[in-house]
Nanobody, 124 residues
Framework: QVQLVESGGGSVQAGGSLRLSCAGS????????MAWFRQVPGKEREGVAG???????NYASSVKGRFTISQDNAKNTLYLQMNILNPEDTAMYYC??????????????????WGQGTQVTVSS
């Protein structure tokens, strides 16, 4: 059974940084491409950053240059380093795994498995 567990969320002031982690279990790491999504109440889930099995990455334009996605294959863990945070980054952040779709796609409907989410709140 695939399980994804996020951690690292919290409250930070604008301009600050956070690093999110997502620990994966129940499958062979590298079987899926991974991504981070975020969602605020009343809005659709938004793809933030993705990384494929070969380490290719893709970012939403709103976070490019500020966020970095990475993975540690030895630890079965996905990361999202978030710098220069602003209040618009406030959301519930989810990690997700996909077995289908092109490596660059951040379409939520292509992702098979989801974590429970971790809240990020950025104050001005």
């Amino acid at each position: 059974q695939v399980q994804l567990v996020e951690s690292g969320g919290g409250s930070v002031q604008a301009g600050g940084s956070l690093r999110l982690s997502c620990a994966g279990s129940g499958y062979t790491w590298g079987s899926y491409r991974m991504a981070w999504f975020r969602q605020v109440p009343g809005k659709e889930r938004e793809g933030v950053a993705g990384i494929d099995r070969d380490g290719l990455t893709n970012y939403a334009s709103s976070v490019k240059g500020r966020f970095t996605i990475s993975q540690d294959n030895a630890k079965n863990t996905l990361y999202l380093q978030m710098n220069i945070l602003n209040p618009e980054d406030t959301a519930m952040y989810y990690c997700a795994a996909a077995s289908r779709g092109p490596w660059w796609s951040l379409r939520a409907d292509l992702f098979n498995y989801w974590g429970q989410g971790t809240q990020v709140t950025v104050s001005s």
